[in-house]
């Protein structure tokens, strides 16, 4: 394997089975490669696979494919030499991608007899993660086992039979791929109650791609490939179907203006299409590329629209327009108390939630304008909504169920997305329900949610996009994170129904709190089996988010997080002492010794 630097300087590695002499006719299980060794400190190195030497041994071959298959060459030009001429061009790497615990064990047993001998190669792992073939990572624990074929071309070994997709070992894979999100419409349906938005309101898609292969380039044809499968029913496309780009590379120019030239397919798009499509490429391209404007183009290079970076925050999929910099939590007297990033201390909010406030509190939400609060009560019995201005009336409950003694009976603390609309969870152990109230102030919808088998929901936070939303959900002693799909065409008398659960936290068997934490990043406080509590970043996938160490804290019961992605924001948590809050490059301090169920706005 060579590595090739920026600089252009070549580093040889040493032959995994170098001098091997003899062409065994079985034998022991080998391992390619070990994480020590594919460890790349250096973002900037370039990996390039070595063709197959001349009379090389299918032990030596079949290591060296797997090799290549981690380099950084555009198709897999390298690793296809390895494979027999009839199979070179039908074998599809990008068809899926199976993440091992570690680089795959190799085993070669001799086939056929002397006549036409050929080879058997088994290879073997410890499954973690599958990628599909649109890009999407799904956690996948189990054995893993493949066959590959080799037989005589021209008198060289070659490969003729192997699955399609790659195997990869982790270490390779985090070397490799990076996390992405694309960016969809959220399919709301008739059942959005909040500003209309039907089509309007962007929602993080997550996916793998190739960190060195034209980062910009990959990400805007991975957008136009469409959403992945588990989202794709709750999330729309402004391209019409078949589009694709006209140009084999992108890049930004001189002004980090990003021009796309896009086929007949977006020939008759209208204005409002057309600026539709450019958000979607404007969020998307953020990660790979930091341009200030998208510009779509016909095929023939003729201008269809211009998106800026301030009118794509119409589109912003956070929809927040209070401040970002503001946390809430419940004070030692149960009344809602609020803490900005520049504050030592918190102070109670307006309104009868807080400083009016007659009815003590247990947990609170609010909503993303910053305008109104929704409060339960200490008892868990009873939901209020009410605004946060000085001498606002407090009103009616605007829900009430039977309470109880621990915090996971009655009602869960709620959560607003991003369309105005209130969530709850009814904790009762007869009848767990999950609720929806339309406006925050409507007549509470009972939400269906197949999947639970058996389990309630214990905790839950809505993402602003109204389109995804994260459970905790209680069965027998343990308590797990599920992220479900909001889909509002289901079964039941509201239309609405959350499907498709799936686990995000695959290594926790029990987690105690959940916030989001980005547009597909969930920050979560759990143990993993038989070990201490940890707090940690996940991503909305169920794959590790970089850099998701963070300093501990013992005894976490709740956490808050902020979504905005634009600067690095303070992290809110409820420990054994009390309220402490994180800032970016310091340690937890405490800032309410008696505080409780922190929160920011959603």
Not at 189 to 198: C, E, F, P, V
Not at 349 to 373: I, K, M, N, Q
Request: contains cysteine; glycine residues 12%; aromatic residues 4%.
């Amino acid at each position: 394997m060579r590595r090739l630097t920026g600089a252009g300087a070549v580093l040889v590695g040493g032959a995994l089975l170098a001098g091997c002499a003899s062409m065994p006719d079985g034998g022991e299980v080998k391992s390619v490669d070990s994480p020590q060794q594919r460890a790349d400190a250096d973002a900037q190195v370039r990996v390039y696979g070595v063709p197959p030497r001349k009379n090389e041994q299918p032990l030596e071959l079949v290591m060296g494919f797997l090799e290549a298959t981690t380099s950084d060459d555009t198709d897999y030009e390298t690793a296809r030499q390895y494979l027999a001429k009839g199979v070179q061009g039908r074998w599809d790497p990008s068809a899926s991608t199976t993440v091992l615990s570690q680089t795959p064990q190799v085993r070669v047993e001799r086939t056929g007899g002397d006549r036409e001998p050929g080879y058997v190669v088994t290879l073997t792992g410890r499954r973690v993660a599958t990628v599909d073939a649109k890009h999407a990572y799904k956690p996948d624990e189990g054995e893993y086992k493949t066959q590959l074929h080799m037989a005589r071309e021209d008198g060289e070994w070659r490969i003729d039979a192997l699955d399609p997709g790659l195997v990869l070992g982790v270490s390779d894979f985090q070397r490799i791929y990076r996390s992405v999100n694309k960016y969809y419409f959220a399919e709301l349906g008739q059942g959005a109650s909040g500003a209309g938005k039907s089509r309007e309101v962007l929602v993080a898609d997550p996916v793998y791609l190739r960190k060195r292969i034209d980062p910009v380039t990959s990400t805007v044809k991975a957008l136009l490939d469409g959403p992945t499968s588990w989202l794709d029913p709750v999330a729309a496309t402004a391209f019409p179907t078949g589009t694709r780009l006209e140009d084999q590379r992108l890049s930004l120019d001189d002004s980090n203006g990003l021009k796309v030239r896009l086929n007949d397919k977006v020939a008759g798009a209208n204005q409002d299409q057309c600026l539709r499509m450019a958000a979607q490429l404007l969020y998307t391209v953020q990660e790979s590329a930091k341009a200030t404007d998208v510009t779509l183009q016909r095929k023939d290079g003729s201008r269809l629209c211009v998106l800026g970076k301030e009118q794509a925050r119409y589109y912003a999929p956070d929809l927040t327009s209070g401040r970002p910099d503001r946390q809430y939590f419940v004070d030692g007297q149960h009344r809602m108390v609020s803490l900005a990033d520049g504050d030592d201390e918190a102070r109670r909010v307006a309104g009868p939630l807080g400083a009016d406030g007659s009815v003590p509190l247990r947990s609170v939400a609010v909503d993303r304008a910053e305008r109104r609060a929704a409060g339960v009560s200490s008892n868990g019995q009873s939901l209020y909504v009410a605004s946060l201005q000085a001498g606002a009336p407090l009103g009616e409950a605007r829900l009430t169920v039977r309470g109880g003694t621990g915090a996971r009976t009655g009602l869960t603390a709620p959560s607003w997305d991003g369309l105005g609309d209130l969530w709850v969870a009814d904790q009762d152990a007869d009848k767990p329900r999950l609720l929806r109230l339309p406006g925050g102030t409507g007549a509470p919808e009972e939400i269906q949610v197949p999947g639970l088998d058996g389990g309630r929901i214990t905790g839950l936070r809505i993402a602003a996009d109204g389109v995804r939303i994260a459970l905790l959900v209680t069965k027998g002693d343990h308590t797990v994170l599920r992220l479900g799909r909001v889909e509002r065409r289901g079964a039941g008398r509201t239309g609405l129904a959350v499907q498709e659960l799936r686990n995000v936290a695959p290594r926790l068997v029990d987690v105690n709190a959940v916030s989001w934490a980005g547009a597909s990043r969930l920050l979560v406080a759990g143990n993993e089996q038989g070990g201490l509590q940890q707090l940690q970043y996940v991503e909305t996938d169920g794959s590790q988010a970089n850099g998701s160490g963070l300093p501990g804290i013992t005894g976490v019961r709740g956490v808050a997080a902020s979504e905005n992605p634009g600067k690095a924001q303070a992290l809110v948590a409820e420990g054994d002492g009390g309220i402490v809050r994180l800032l970016p490059d310091t340690n937890w301090k405490l800032v309410g010794k008696e505080g409780t169920a922190p929160v920011y706005p959603g």
